[in-house]
């Protein structure tokens, strides 16, 4: 019985059932409607028969077809993509004038939404995929283009090499069986996407300052470049000690906007990634009894992180992060 068949059964028999009882109210509140829709039903079923209380089919209409021809649409993509930023007015207006080609901005823009280019990061993310198959590189004004985004300020931090730009932030891992509770600090270069995890021994300031001096600015001097800043949430644990820390060695320490934590997405994407990739997988693996075992799990995951993984974004493109990490130490 299909969902019509038991909506139509329902209504004749709320109509038999009043007709029982002698009583409109009373079969009405047993079946939770109201009267006016009660006399709606029986209205229909005197004039049209049980047909009539059958629930209506609303179908779709059909949309606006297509007013385009097909070179005509592949014209007005080829311009789209070619010239990403502008929108459909100015794609109408170009058309009419380098061609005896009138089309509304609507056609325009239902055209480009239909090719899945309907708005300008879509349109810049294709341009993108050209440049990179064609010379190998982002040119400098596609990488301005999609830095700027629509409204004119940049959305994302900018580094143009290792140490420039190093993003931190933590993350609570779990309470473990024999362990206790476990914090993970990491650390993200935004020139490379080169990482570096560290198992907190507490979450506080000062353990996250030993992470900075011992850990990553020794790693940075091995590697030949030099640390300038490093961007941070506002998390009490990057404040005191940390902010200390900071000074001391002359590093310029920034953090994000309040409840805007896609400013530091370079070192959330690498936990999210670790998370998934690592953790949740190590810990249906195995039995963790220390922190020290914890550590050369997370260790290993990073050395092929870093080592062995291809990066396909636009600041590594198809290389591993170590080959730009390590470059200035071997060259």
């Not at 209504?11 to 038999?16: A, N, W």
């Not at 029986?42 to 179908?59: F, M, W």
């Not at 636009?314 to 170590?322: E, K, L, S």
Request: aromatic share 8%; glycine share 8%.
């Amino acid at each position: 019985m299909t969902l019509d068949e038991k909506v139509h059964g329902l209504r004749l028999h709320v109509i038999q059932r009043a007709e029982q009882l002698g009583n409109v109210s009373r079969a009405c509140r047993e079946a939770g409607i109201s009267r006016a829709l009660f006399y709606r039903w029986r209205q229909r079923l005197e004039r049209y028969g049980q047909d009539g209380v059958h629930p209506r089919r609303h179908r779709a209409q059909p949309g606006r077809p297509v007013q385009l021809a097909a070179e005509t649409e592949r014209l007005v993509l080829s311009v789209a993509v070619s010239a990403a930023t502008w929108g459909a007015r100015r794609i109408a207006a170009y058309l009419q004038h380098r061609w005896p080609l009138r089309v509304a901005p609507s056609t325009v823009q239902r055209a480009l939404r239909r090719a899945g280019l309907a708005t300008r990061r879509q349109r810049l993310t294709v341009l993108e995929h050209r440049a990179l198959q064609t010379a190998g590189l982002l040119t400098e004004r596609t990488r301005r283009t999609l830095w700027q985004g629509q409204h004119g300020p940049t959305r994302h931090v900018i580094a143009h090499e290792p140490g420039e730009l190093v993003c931190l932030d933590t993350f609570y891992i779990g309470q473990l069986k024999g362990v206790g509770k476990v914090w993970q600090i990491t650390a993200c270069d935004a020139a490379c996407s080169y990482g570096v995890a560290w198992l907190l021994p507490a979450h506080t300031a000062a353990a996250a300052a030993h992470f900075l001096r011992r850990i990553v600015m020794p790693l940075y001097r091995r590697a030949g470049w030099r640390l300038r800043r490093v961007l941070t949430d506002g998390g009490p644990e990057f404040k005191g000690a940390f902010d200390e820390a900071c000074r001391a060695r002359g590093l310029r320490h920034t953090r994000t906007k309040p409840r805007h934590a896609w400013t530091n997405g370079f070192v959330e994407r690498l936990q999210g990634t670790i998370l998934q990739e690592h953790w949740r997988v190590a810990f249906r693996r195995r039995y963790f009894t220390s922190r020290t075992a914890l550590q050369r799990s997370l260790d290993r995951f990073m050395q092929s992180y870093n080592h062995e993984r291809p990066h396909q974004g636009y600041r590594v493109r198809g290389r591993t992060p170590a080959a730009l990490f390590w470059g200035a130490a071997r060259a």
